[in-house]
């Protein structure tokens, strides 16, 4: 039987990895919107996993759904793991993705050390439990933007042991790897082995 699930994100390619990773598995993944919620989602934390908590539980608490939310960061080690919790606003409250990266190039500019990783926390709220999901991945800066595809700091993370951006990589193909990816599925794989998911 299908099960609902409601993402707490307003990000659409969020959601799409999201549904890409879980609907095969039989999870209906909706937006907030069409599980009847046009608010905002309150992100006030000072980490990872108490964002993604205080998102997943307002929803849950609204809709009455099933509901989950994840919160990622970007943490560069020469930085002292900045921008991390403010990766989405780390050139200013109204900053966008290319205002973001090119503070972090700016920054990097005379660094040599340039390993990073993102990490991924998923809180999932099931009838009124959290549940705290991790995924992550190394790999380190590039000193300029590359490919066309993902979002966020996608085009200047290079995952270890390659040498293409998070942005030249298909979609399916940064799934099987990405910290979201992998967050999801540690997800996954519990509500699989639930013997009777409600």
């Known amino acids: 039987m299908e099960q609902t699930l409601v993402m707490a994100t307003q990000n659409p390619f969020k959601l799409a990895e999201a549904k890409q990773i ?42 009455g759904f099933h ?25 200013g409250e109204m900053a966008n993705a290319e205002d973001n990266m090119k503070k972090l190039l700016l920054e990097m500019a005379p660094m040599d050390e340039r390993k990073a990783r993102f990490r991924t926390v998923i809180a999932l709220f099931l009838n009124g439990c959290l549940h705290l999901f991790e995924g992550s991945v190394d ?36 799934n099987d790897i990405s910290h979201r990816g992998r967050a999801l599925r540690a997800m996954e794989h519990y509500l699989k082995h639930l013997e009777n998911m409600p």
Do not use: C, W
């Not at 009847?36 to 993604?52: M, R, V």
């Not at 509901?67 to 050139?91: C, H, I, N, W």
């Open 22 to 63: 879980l609907e095969p598995l039989g999870f209906r993944v909706l937006h907030p919107k069409e599980a009847g919620y046009s608010g905002d989602l309150t992100e006030t934390g000072t980490s990872l996993e108490a964002n993604a908590t205080q998102k997943a539980e307002q929803l849950y608490k609204a809709t």
């Open 67 to 91: 509901a989950f939310a994840d919160d990622t960061g970007l943490e560069v080690y020469s930085l002292r793991g900045q921008p991390g919790v403010y990766s989405a606003r780390y050139a």
């Open 139 to 174: 790999g380190h800066i590039n000193k300029a933007p590359k490919g066309a595809g993902g979002f966020g700091y996608d085009p200047v993370f290079v995952p270890e042991g390659g040498d293409r951006t998070f942005a030249e990589f298909e979609s399916e193909e940064k």
